[in-house]
Structure formats: structure tokens, C-alpha cells
């Protein structure tokens, strides 16, 4: 997990929380995660920084930053 801000975490050293999720083998870059989010296991999350502007149910990508909004669910081995 790489330059990523994740909503909801209170210890900056765990990346399990009772309200964000992540799996493990995941590969996340140049996110923010919002609160109440699961990211399945081997979720590979990350764009350059030219990519075109996405949008899709819960995950949206900006100038090349990645944001994934609240209550979302990532199944295991989802790519962007």
C-alpha cells in the first residue's frame, strides 16, 4: 500500500479496522479509501498518473488518483 490515504483507521500501523477492510496480497497505489469499505483479497488497485477520468459503482479515478467512496465491496481479484 503505497500513497494512499484510508478513511476510518485510527491506528496508522493496522490495516484492519471493524469499518475498512482490506484483504490480503492486495496492491493499492495513489488511493483514498473512504470509510466502511472491503477490499477482497489480491485487489489490484493502481493507474498512472495520465489515465483518463473513470467512473463506475463506487470507484471513480481522477488525474490519476484512485477513490473508492463509502460502502463500497471490491471482490477478490478486482483491477484497475
Do not use: W
Not at 56 to 64: A, C, D, L, M, N
Amino acid at each position: 500500500i503505497r500513497n494512499r490515504i484510508i478513511m476510518g483507521i485510527h491506528d496508522p500501523y493496522s490495516i484492519q479496522t471493524s469499518i475498512t477492510k482490506i484483504g490480503e496480497k492486495c496492491l493499492i497505489e495513489n488511493t483514498i479509501i473512504d470509510e466502511h469499505v472491503t477490499i477482497g483479497d489480491a485487489v489490484e488497485l493502481h493507474v498512472e498518473k495520465n489515465a483518463s477520468n473513470r467512473d463506475s459503482e463506487g470507484v471513480f479515478v481522477r488525474e490519476g488518483l484512485i477513490i473508492i467512496t463509502k460502502d463500497t465491496t471490491l471482490p477478490n481479484e478486482f483491477t484497475l
